[in-house]
């Protein structure tokens, strides 16, 4: 249901899909066992500008793997992936409050 949602909204330019969007649909795939449906998906979520969070990326290549399916990922998503995951952290870093007695 949720994928069809997503098309749906697509389909009628109903905003722009992002990771809230994404994130549900990669999970209960993974959990289903549906791991390179789900990788497709996260695919689609980096070629529309956005990068998945740490889990959510580790949690596909590890279902990947355990599937013998590791042939699928692409060096050049993964490369963008994890280049945008450490840019997150560092950001977060650099604006992390700081408490004060």
Same mark, same amino acid.
């Given at each position: %249901?949720?994928?069809e949602m997503l098309r @749906? *909204?697509?389909g009628i330019n109903h905003g722009m899909p992002t990771t @809230? @969007?994404?994130t549900p649909i990669i999970h209960a795939l993974c959990e289903s066992g549906r791991v390179a449906e789900?990788? +497709?998906f996260l695919i689609e979520l980096v070629g529309r500008g956005s990068i998945p969070r740490e889990y959510t990326y580790k949690l596909v290549c590890g279902g990947l793997y355990?599937?013998? %399916?590791?042939d =699928? =990922?692409? +060096?050049r998503i993964c490369g963008k992936i994890e280049g945008g995951i450490v840019t997150r952290y560092k950001q977060k870093i650099k604006v992390k409050?700081? *408490?004060s007695r």
């Amino acid at each position: %249901k949720a994928i069809e949602m997503l098309r @749906s *909204m697509q389909g009628i330019n109903h905003g722009m899909p992002t990771t @809230s @969007s994404y994130t549900p649909i990669i999970h209960a795939l993974c959990e289903s066992g549906r791991v390179a449906e789900a990788w +497709e998906f996260l695919i689609e979520l980096v070629g529309r500008g956005s990068i998945p969070r740490e889990y959510t990326y580790k949690l596909v290549c590890g279902g990947l793997y355990s599937q013998g %399916k590791a042939d =699928l =990922l692409d +060096e050049r998503i993964c490369g963008k992936i994890e280049g945008g995951i450490v840019t997150r952290y560092k950001q977060k870093i650099k604006v992390k409050p700081v *408490m004060s007695r």
